[in-house]
């Protein structure tokens, strides 16, 4: 596509539920990344995907929170049990190899009540 | 642990002026540096891309320093217009490869007619 792409943009759970959010990066772009940036504060680094080897998880807050990327492409961020300090916006980018600028989707905003 | 500080207070200027936005890091060598721009309720735009054996890198309006000795970018907007209008972040990765960006919190610039 022509830009990295969220879904859904926002996302409104009950604390304890599962949420899955989605990123379609764009074709051809092998690194993939989910940061997380909360109100007034910087992004926080959550995953790392680079083509076929093993992720950088080294970011995730808690086993509460997975990732997986299918065929190289499409990443789903699985967030389990939640929290009211899970609420946040998750931001993808991603990138060709090699590249050191990256591109971003809108995010996905989550409240959990 | 690595710290990057951007002012956090709003930078105002008055329309036509040079905006001036400083990146400071400490506890940290990073071989590139990067700006974006982030937009209410949208994810940061790739803007520059600066390199450790840079010095300077500019781009119509915009121009970046590199002082690895000081440890410190500044970005430059010449000829600023209201659409300038916000938050603007820097992120450094590197070096020895690595390709996850550590973001700072960013700077608001508000531009005035």
């Known amino acids: 596509g022509a830009g990295v792409s969220q879904s859904p943009s926002n996302k409104v759970t009950e604390k304890g539920k599962d949420v899955e959010l989605r990123c379609d990066p764009i074709?051809?772009?092998?690194?993939l990344y989910w940061y997380r940036q909360s109100l007034g504060q910087g992004l926080e680094f959550l995953i790392y995907f680079q083509g076929n080897s093993a992720p950088d998880k080294s970011g995730l807050p808690s086993d509460r929170f997975s990732a997986e990327r299918t065929g190289g492409s499409v990443s789903t961020l699985t967030i389990q049990r939640t929290q009211q300090e899970d609420s946040a916006v998750y931001l993808c980018a991603s990138s060709p190899r090699g590249a050191h600028g990256y591109t971003f989707g809108s995010g996905t905003r989550l409240t959990v009540v | 642990s690595q710290k990057i500080e951007q002012n956090s207070e709003a930078l105002n200027i008055q329309e036509g002026k040079t905006a001036t936005l400083t990146c400071n890091y400490t506890?940290?060598?990073?071989?590139?540096l990067q700006w974006y721009r982030q937009d209410p309720g949208r994810g940061p735009v790739f803007l520059l891309l600066?390199?450790?054996?840079?010095k300077e890198k500019r781009k119509e309006r915009l121009k970046v320093t590199f002082d690895t000795t000081l440890k410190q970018s500044l970005f430059h907007i010449t000829a600023s217009q209201p659409a300038d209008s916000a938050t603007y972040l820097c992120a450094l990765d590197g070096p020895g490869g690595s390709y996850i960006p550590t973001f700072g919190r960013g700077t608001s610039l508000i531009v005035h007619p």
């Open positions: 506890n940290y060598s990073p071989a590139y």
């Open positions: 600066i390199r450790e054996n840079e």
């Open positions: 074709s051809g772009h092998t690194a």
